[in-house]
């Protein structure tokens, strides 16, 4: 018997995060620190004199190497209610929608970032705000003993206690969904006041895995510069080792990868299951600066193909022969022999009756 099986979850917690400000070093600079009218929280950096340029509305400093400061938020409680927020600092990393993120995540950097933003900052774990005020939030932050020629990327993230009175609720279906609002501001920091360094990025392996409980190649892209890839476009496709033929094949834009961080690049197999080989991925990568080819060769096991075949909700799933329906069909088939040679005994019996 063949069965499909889907699993559906449901979040009984959504966050709505406001913008979390794409920054792009330089030429492509955007951020905001407007106000989230649904968190009823104002949130804005109040810049220091080593600011690099004071039309960013993000920190972004010139530090030198054993710098300590501390960096200031404020945040103003527009309701009438006392708000408490939760606050955490992170190194800026890319997803694998090639979005560039501020908050805490399992996304990766790569071994050749000077430091981890998120371990030279000490942040309070909660902050409460009383009605109708504005209260500071202090970031300290301790510069290692070191210099390095691009910069440093990370991010203060403010997100509604889950208690918070003010986070939206609503009811659908019989589920009772509650946003939480969350607002970042991006810290950029750098020991030059110019930055313009050689853009440079690897293919370090490619793999069998899953986005989502669906079956996709991924390909860990590492970008080994201290600055933004901006403007990221990817063609990736997919052969047998030693052939030309196009197995799967995909194209994506508009992407940015953060600066020494890890790009996980998804080539989803849309439904299609796996199977055991020899593969070859071919991609190639642009910036607005550069562009680069890869090859990469990576082999799929007979156990991987299983077990990630397994786990695609996608998939119909054969879950093997049901003998008991064997045993129940022979014996419906017996039975029906059976009355059929019994009524026919009794026929053939009675007609010798009657010609007796």
């Known amino acids: 018997m063949l069965t499909k099986k889907i699993g559906l979850i449901l979040a009984a917690t959504t966050f709505a995060m406001a913008p979390l400000l794409g920054l792009a070093h330089a030429d492509d600079a955007s951020s905001t620190s407007d106000s989230s009218s649904a968190m009823g929280m104002r949130v804005s950096a109040v810049l220091p004199e080593n600011q690099v340029n004071k ?80 209260k ?32 939206d609720t609503s009811s659908k279906a019989g589920v009772t969904i509650r946003n939480r609002y969350a607002y970042a501001i991006g810290v950029v920091l750098q020991t030059a006041d110019k930055t313009d360094l050689k853009e440079k990025l690897n293919l370090a392996e490619v793999s069998a895995g899953q986005i989502s409980s669906r079956n996709a190649v ?14 990221i476009s990817v063609t990736s496709k997919v ?69 990630l075949n397994d786990k695609d909700v996608t998939l119909v799933h054969d879950e093997g022969f049901n003998w008991w329906w064997l045993v129940a069909i022979a014996i419906v088939l017996i039975a029906g022999i059976f009355f059929w040679w019994n009524r026919r005994r009794k026929d053939k019996g009675q007609v010798s009756d009657e010609i007796n």
């Open 55 to 134: 039309a960013h509305t993000y920190f972004d400093l010139l530090v030198k190497p054993n710098d300590e400061q501390t960096l200031v938020v404020n945040l103003t409680n527009t309701t009438d209610k006392a708000q408490t927020v939760n606050t955490e600092v992170s190194a800026a990393k890319t997803n694998i929608n090639g979005v560039a993120e501020y908050g805490p995540s399992n996304n990766k950097l790569d071994q050749s970032v000077p430091f981890d933003f998120g371990k030279v900052a000490e942040i309070p774990k909660q902050v409460e705000v009383p009605a109708n005020s504005t």
């Open 136 to 167: 500071k939030l202090e970031v300290k932050i301790k510069i290692p003993n070191k210099t390095w020629q691009g910069i440093v990327a990370g991010g203060i993230t403010i997100t509604q206690a889950a208690s918070s009175s003010t986070a």
């Open 218 to 231: 991924i390909s860990e892209l590492h970008n080994t510069t201290e600055a933004y890839l901006n403007g």
């Open 239 to 307: 052969t047998r080792q030693n052939s030309k033929k196009v197995i799967y094949e995909a194209k994506k834009s508009s992407m940015q990868i953060a600066p020494n961080a890890v790009f996980e690049y998804p080539l989803s197999l849309e439904g299609h299951p796996f199977k055991a080989g020899r593969y070859t991925m071919n991609m190639t990568v642009k910036s607005k600066k550069s562009t680069w080819h890869f090859t990469k060769n990576f082999t799929i096991t007979n156990k991987e193909a299983k077990s």
